[in-house]
């Protein structure tokens, strides 16, 4: 068995660091098609409608790590009809699901909000679903920049 020197395994160390900072890294993102498919899996393949969604998020994040959202669904908020989940996934991140919010008559409004981390510029869907089945869904591009310059 052969033992290896402190130089030799920091070589190996940064060999393997460069191989990483090289490495395509577009290859652990998402697909669209794995965000629909999260997307097919929260509807059961139900047809989704568009509108009664509003989506504040800014068109431009100069930081990704910490993006504000905001979301809103047009929908009544009583015991015979409401908003009982909202989805939120993003069609470039490692992994699409971002956000599920779960909802009751008791929460008063159809309404989230929380900050997101978001990989590079990409589609930002939010997909509601109401207490009689129904689905709704909008969505929204997000421009990711690096300290200001166009990404």
């Keep these: 068995m052969k033992t290896i020197s402190r ?3 920091v070589l190996m160390g940064a060999g393997v660091t460069l ?3 090289v490495a395509n890294v577009d290859a652990a993102l998402a697909t669209p098609q ?3 498919a999260e997307i097919a899996k929260f509807t059961g393949g139900k047809a989704m409608q568009e509108g009664k969604i509003t989506i504040d998020l800014p068109e431009i994040a100069e930081n990704g790590n910490t993006i504000p959202l905001a979301i809103a669904v047009d929908a009544p908020m009583t015991a015979e009809s409401y908003v009982s989940d909202i ?3 993003a069609d470039a ?3 699409p699901g971002i956000a599920r919010f779960q909802l009751s008559p008791l929460s008063g409004r159809a309404e989230a909000g929380t900050r ?3 990989n590079t510029t990409e589609n930002v869907i939010v997909v509601a679903k109401t207490s009689d089945g129904a689905f709704y869904t909008d ?3 997000v421009k990711v920049t690096i300290g200001g310059c166009g990404g």
Excluded: G, S, W
């Design 7 to 9: 130089r030799e395994a």
């Design 19 to 21: 191989y990483l900072a």
């Design 34 to 36: 794995e965000a629909d």
């Design 87 to 89: 989805l939120v996934v």
């Design 93 to 95: 991140n490692p992994n």
């Design 116 to 118: 997101i981390r978001l």
């Design 139 to 141: 969505r929204k591009q």
